[in-house]
Every structure is written in structure tokens, then in C-alpha cells.
């Protein structure tokens, strides 16, 4: 359960952040730090906590440590002042600070992992939110009766960087389940993908689910909501 800052620009980002700390001596309660320096094509887990139960939070970024180069700014009213050197003070202490930058401000919105995306272009943000807990998701994408039928899929929130062997159980006229591929997750635990297999003998079935399974064959988690295939026998 982290907040992870991914460097996508072609050179080094540093990062600034604004975080509520509870146990802090601050008037309010909001710490400010800087700079992390992340490396192009590189990750840095910046906030290794438990992302459910945090306040407010918020992050600037720039090419260079004196508002120099590139940036990653808000858009919105969350200026505050910063030093162009290292920096670890309340949020009121304005003491030795260089510049005021507006900061982006980060919902959590109960995700256990956050991912901020930083790049390729200047200025250029993506968010991308893992669940707590696993979720396994299918739904079937093209249907052609007497022909072939393609399944799509998408998990979210596995153990990071394994496989997932992907089985579709249930379909009518097959007395084994099929075999729909692998997948490796990513570094979120995330993966996608679809699996087309030719209809042949099975019928329409619509409580068809997909198991995902690892490589100890330990079932890790079915879809929760079945699908339904528009095969024809």
C-alpha cells in the first residue's frame, strides 16, 4: 500500500510533496518536503503507507530544483511556498522558501495503490488506482453463433509482477474448462487482455465465469458477475 511517483519524461523529475501527518507538532497538521529526485524511465515509492485512512496530500514536480525546465502543476488554488533546496517543514513555515508553486492535489479515494504517471510530454499527468483487494472482471466483447466468440478481461489489484493462468468454467457442452491464456501482472498488479477460442460444440451458456490461478495452481479469484456466450451448437 503505497504512492508511487513513475518518471516517463526524458530526463530526471523532482518531485516536492504536502501530506497531513496526525502525530506532526504543525498548526494544521501539514508537513511539506522536497525533492525527490526520480530518473527518467525509473519509479519511486514516495509514500509507503496505508493510502485508506490519510488526509489531504499534494505534489509539485520540475525539471530542475529553481523553477527551472518542465513542470507538473496544478490548475487549481494550492500555492504554497517552497525552498529550491532540501526541505522538510510545516506548511505554515515559510521561512528560506524560493518560489510558490501551485501543488496537485491527490484524491486516494480508498485505493490501496496510487501510481502517479509523470510524462512523456512536459506538464503531462495520468493517475492510475489499484484496488485493495483483488478484482476480476470479464465480459464477452464479440459473439458470432456457429463460429467464434471472444471473451475480454481486465484484474486489478493482484500480487505484483506474477502470472495468471485464466480458465473460462461453465460453458455448456465442454466437461472441462477451457484454457484462456496467461497473463503477467504489472507493477499495480494490474493485467488485460481478451481470448478468442472457436465455438464447436458448446451451446449458449450464460453463468460461464473466469478463474484466475497462479503458478502453484492455487485458485487466486473467480469474476464475480458471469457472462453469458452467444455460442450456437
Not at 506532526?24 to 508537513?31: D, F, I, T, Y
Request: overall charge negative; some cysteine.
Amino acid at each position: 500500500m503505497a504512492l508511487y511517483f513513475q518518471n516517463m519524461f526524458s530526463g530526471t523529475i523532482w518531485i516536492a510533496f504536502l501530506y497531513y501527518d496526525p502525530a506532526s507538532p504543525c498548526q494544521p497538521p501539514l508537513v511539506k518536503q522536497g525533492w525527490w529526485a526520480v530518473p527518467s524511465g525509473q519509479s519511486f515509492n514516495a509514500w509507503n503507507t496505508d493510502l485508506e485512512n490519510v488526509g489531504p496530500a499534494a505534489f509539485y514536480a520540475e525539471e530542475f530544483k529553481d523553477s527551472g525546465g518542465a513542470t507538473w502543476s496544478g490548475t487549481g488554488n494550492n500555492w504554497y511556498q517552497i525552498k529550491d533546496g532540501g526541505f522538510s517543514q510545516c506548511y505554515s513555515d515559510n521561512s528560506g522558501c524560493d518560489q510558490q508553486p501551485d501543488f496537485v492535489p491527490l484524491d486516494f479515494q480508498g485505493y490501496c495503490d496510487v501510481t502517479v504517471i509523470l510524462g512523456p510530454a512536459p506538464g503531462a499527468t495520468q493517475i492510475i488506482y489499484a484496488p485493495c483487494v483483488p478484482m476480476l472482471t470479464a465480459y464477452p466483447s464479440t459473439q458470432a453463433p456457429n463460429f467464434y466468440t471472444t471473451v475480454s478481461y481486465t484484474g486489478t489489484g493482484f500480487p505484483s509482477n506474477i502470472s495468471v493462468y485464466l480458465f473460462l468454467v461453465g460453458i455448456q457442452g465442454r466437461s472441462a474448462p477451457l484454457a484462456a491464456g496467461f497473463q503477467n501482472t504489472d507493477a499495480n498488479g494490474n493485467f488485460s487482455g481478451a481470448y478468442s477460442f472457436i465455438c464447436g460444440d458448446a451451446a449458449p451458456s450464460a453463468n460461464v465465469v473466469l478463474e484466475a490461478w497462479n503458478e502453484a495452481n492455487t485458485l487466486l479469484l473467480a469474476s464475480a458477475t458471469p457472462i453469458s456466450l452467444g455460442c450456437s451448437p
